[in-house]
């Protein structure tokens, strides 16, 4: 899946995800990483692109009990537990940050 943030600088980025009924799970470092820190800020509004189809989407930080259980989703899809890391260097996955994508209201 790519996805490009509302605004400027444009950028596209690839994203591992997990979908779900109601929406999309995405996750990344929590290294004050460029798209998670614009997202926190507001910036949340994006177009995903899945295949040959693009969506208006919107973005919400989970935290609390419910980012374990996205992320435990997400960590899942990968093949690994949350505890374990995606590659040598990174964090264990249940302290990464983790968001939420839904259809534009």
């Known amino acids: 899946m790519k ?21 999309i799970i995405t996750a990344t470092r929590p290294d004050g990483g460029y798209w998670g820190e614009r997202v926190k ?8 692109r899945l295949g040959d189809n ?5 973005a919400e ?9 996205m992320m435990g989703q997400w960590a ?8 374990e890391a995606l590659y040598e260097g990174s964090e264990p996955l249940r302290e990464w940050e983790v968001f939420f994508w839904t259809p534009e209201q």
């Open 76 to 83: 899942a899809k990968s093949g690994r537990t949350l505890d």
């Open 61 to 69: 930080q989970i935290t609390g009990a419910q980012h374990l259980d």
């Open 3 to 23: 996805f490009k943030l509302e605004g400027f600088p444009s950028m596209v980025n690839y994203l591992s995800w997990v979908a779900l009924e109601d929406g």
């Open 41 to 48: 800020a507001g910036s949340n509004k994006a177009w995903l």
């Open 54 to 58: 693009t969506y208006k989407m919107q």
